[in-house]
């Protein structure tokens, strides 16, 4: 079992209510930091991508609607590194596979306000 450190961030789901899933057969996915990688748009844009699955496994009970999800740096609670959107939410029920496939976690970092890239 993968524990919290700076090689992992812990995946997780939430509901449309902005609650995270709270089920018994529920548990945020480790995921090393490996298993992303920075991609350029040709526009300048930056984008986080899953180079591998992540894979919360066959639910014994209905999640829900998922319409978002969440980077952690632990387990339970720990701290937000980073919170989004999915482009479709989709409802989870009891004896569905629950996976992210690779690429399909695409997410946009913007530059923070005030930052420039020109000469200083």
């Given at each position: 079992m993968a524990k919290p450190s700076a090689q992992?961030?812990?995946?997780?789901?939430?509901?449309?209510?902005?609650?995270?899933?709270?089920?018994?057969?529920?548990?945020?996915?480790?995921?090393?930091?490996?298993?992303?990688?920075?991609?350029?748009?040709?526009?300048?844009?930056?984008?986080?991508?899953?180079?591998?699955?992540?894979?919360?496994?066959?639910?014994?009970?209905d999640w829900g609607r998922i319409t978002e999800f969440g980077l952690y740096d632990a387990r339970r609670s720990g701290r937000t590194l980073l919170r989004g959107r999915v482009n479709v939410p989709v409802d989870i029920s009891c004896a569905e596979c629950v996976h992210i496939v690779a690429g399909a976690m695409d997410i946009q970092l913007r530059q923070p306000k005030g930052v420039t890239d020109g000469p200083c």
């Open positions: 992992f961030c812990f995946v997780a789901l939430f509901r449309e209510d902005g609650s995270e899933i709270d089920a018994p057969d529920y548990a945020r996915v480790a995921m090393p930091l490996s298993g992303f990688r920075l991609a350029l748009t040709p526009g300048g844009g930056v984008h986080l991508v899953n180079t591998v699955d992540i894979v919360f496994g066959s639910t014994d009970s």
